[in-house]
Each structure stands twice: as structure tokens, then as C-alpha cells.
């Protein structure tokens, strides 16, 4: 079974307005930690948001924030007021405290185009 | 703050070279991880170094290998390449080995012909 499933291959969102990426993961590990990053076309994977799945409240950085559903193994990615800046491929990524360490397992991602 | 630096950025080899790839990660990190990135697999892991020590070690033939040094610089080493390990090689560093926060390099994008 796929760890990390990420069903939009490509979205489009008007400038200004929001938009959710959809992450769900599956794991028995009670401790977990869940990522998304950005990556433009330069390649280069930018760190968004993190959360531990102790976390009590949902994780915010700016205009990111993550809708963290834990009973639903969902860790959806919102994006506030996009920005032109914002279209890239976005991924979600899993660590299991099994594994320790860095190793994240990442989902295929989802293309952001956002129009003006 | 500089951030991570990989290099070379772009290189071409044939088949059956060997290729090594560097990673500079952020001042004071000592985790550095590694990552191969094609269209066809997606993003996966291949190893995770701490202290010098591989900790963690992806699927992968022992064709690739790495190693980190004392300042916390990792190398990874891809022998006999073949046209399948064209890819982007990413190089990740953290502080610790379970920190919320993973920062990335921009890539070596490896090319074999």
C-alpha cells in the first residue's frame, strides 16, 4: 500500500484565493512526523510546514497551513491568498518514528498553477 | 545563512563511469540525507548520514554509496552508472535526526548517456 497518496496530479487556483492539496498517509506507527515541500521548476525543494502526530494544533507558517486529521490519516495542505510565486510541484512526505532519522517516504505530488 | 550547497549542479557522464556528487549542508547540521528524484519512481531515499555514520540506507544496489566527514560534508559515490541512474540527487541536512525541519539543496541533475 502506497504510504503517502497524493490524488490531485495538477490544480489550477486564481490569484488571491485559497487552495488545499490533499495528502493522506498510512501508517501504524503512533509516532509519526508529516512534511510538504515546494519545488519550482529550478528543482530545489523548499521546506513549507511540518507536524508530529502529537501535535495538538494544527501547524501554520505564514500562509500555509496544514489541516491535520489524524482518525482520517489526512494532512491537507492549505494555501492562503495564492500568489503567482506559488505555482510548483508540491509534495507531502512521512517520517515513522520506526525508521528514525531522515528518511522520509514522499508522495508523487501535485502540479499549482496559479492564474491571474 | 547560506543554505545547502550541492555540486556539481549539472553533469553528463557515459555508461560505466562513476560519478560523485557533494553536499555542503547548513552551518551547525549534522544530518545530511540523500535523495534521488526521477519521473518515472518519484523522490527516494538512499541514505542518511550522522556523526560519519550511515544511519539509514535506502533500496538501493551497492553501486551507490556515500560518506560524510568530520565537518559534516557528504559525499555520494554512484559506480558503473547506468542509464537508469540519470536522475536529480538531492541532499537534505537537519540539525538532529528527528527535527521537524529538513532543509534541502537544490540538486545535482545527473545525466548518463
Known amino acids: 500500500a502506497q504510504k503517502i497518496t497524493q490524488t490531485q496530479p495538477g490544480m489550477f487556483v486564481q490569484e488571491k484565493e485559497a487552495v488545499t492539496l490533499d495528502c493522506t498517509y498510512d501508517?501504524?506507527?503512533?509516532?509519526?512526523?508529516l512534511f510538504w515541500y515546494k519545488q519550482p521548476s529550478s528543482g530545489e525543494m523548499i521546506f513549507l510546514i511540518y507536524?508530529?502526530?502529537?501535535?495538538?494544533q494544527n501547524a501554520t507558517e505564514g500562509r500555509y497551513s496544514l489541516n491535520f486529521q489524524k482518525a482520517r490519516k489526512s494532512a491537507n495542505l492549505v494555501i492562503s491568498a495564492s500568489q503567482l510565486g506559488d505555482s510548483a510541484m508540491y509534495f507531502c512526505?512521512?517520517?515513522?518514528?520506526?525508521?528514525?532519522?531522515?528518511?522520509?517516504?514522499f508522495g508523487a505530488g501535485t502540479i499549482l498553477r496559479v492564474k491571474s | 545563512k547560506a543554505g545547502v550547497t550541492q555540486t556539481p549542479r549539472y553533469l553528463i557522464k557515459t555508461r560505466g563511469q562513476q560519478v560523485t556528487l557533494s553536499c555542503s549542508p547548513i552551518?551547525?547540521?549534522?544530518?545530511v540525507s540523500w535523495y534521488q528524484q526521477t519521473p518515472g519512481q518519484g523522490l527516494q531515499f538512499l541514505f542518511e548520514?550522522?556523526?560519519?555514520?550511515?544511519?539509514n540506507k535506502g533500496n538501493f544496489p551497492g553501486r551507490f554509496s556515500g560518506r560524510q566527514f568530520s565537518n559534516s560534508r557528504s559525499e555520494m559515490n554512484v559506480s558503473t552508472l547506468e542509464l537508469g541512474d540519470s536522475a536529480l540527487y538531492l541532499c537534505?541536512?537537519?540539525?538532529?535526526?528527528?527535527?521537524?525541519?529538513?532543509?534541502f539543496g537544490e540538486g545535482s541533475r545527473l545525466t548518463v548517456l
Open positions: 548520514y550522522f556523526s560519519e555514520t550511515q544511519r
Open positions: 507536524q508530529g502526530s502529537y501535535d495538538q
Open positions: 537534505a541536512s537537519s540539525l538532529s535526526r528527528d527535527t521537524g525541519e529538513l532543509f
Open positions: 552551518s551547525g547540521h549534522r544530518s
Open positions: 512526505a512521512m517520517r515513522e518514528s520506526r525508521e528514525y532519522g531522515n528518511k522520509l517516504v
Open positions: 501508517t501504524s506507527d503512533p509516532s509519526y512526523g
